[in-house]
């Protein structure tokens, strides 16, 4: 089994930053593929950022630019390094891993078998 746990969410003003970071623990290798997701109340979960098992990067068009994925696969942690932030940002964030999502279904939640509980961040304008 793999377990996710998600954390550094918080509330920040617009145009701030955040680092959430997401510690991966479990039957887990580091040719999973990894990603970052967001909710917000009354929205569809949206892929914001992800790495794919070729440890290509992707991002979600809104986020291009202001946020930045990495992964430190000696500790097993992914990072969501978010700047520039604004209150569309708002949302819990969820990070998720699978060893079986396709090259181009990174930012897509249904091929994901394993997910954290979600951190909260809140932008303030």
């Known amino acids: 089994e793999v377990q996710l746990v998600e954390s550094g969410g918080g509330s920040v003003q617009a145009g701030g930053s955040l680092r959430l970071s997401c510690t991966v623990s479990?039957?887990?290798?580091?040719?999973?593929?990894t990603a970052w997701f967001r909710q917000a109340p009354g929205k569809q979960r949206e892929g914001v950022a992800g790495?794919?098992?070729?440890?290509?990067?992707t991002y979600g068009d809104s986020v291009k630019d202001r946020f930045i994925v990495s992964k430190d696969n000696a500790k097993n942690i992914m990072y969501l390094q978010m700047n520039f932030l604004k209150p569309e940002d708002t949302a819990m964030y969820y990070c998720?891993?699978?060893?079986?999502?396709?090259?181009?279904?990174?930012?897509?939640?249904?091929?994901?078998?394993?997910w954290g509980q979600g951190t909260q961040v809140t932008v303030n304008s």
């Open positions: 790495i794919n098992r070729y440890h290509t990067t």
């Open positions: 998720a891993a699978d060893p079986w999502v396709a090259e181009n279904s990174v930012l897509l939640p249904g091929p994901y078998k394993h």
């Open positions: 479990g039957d887990f290798s580091t040719h999973y593929s």
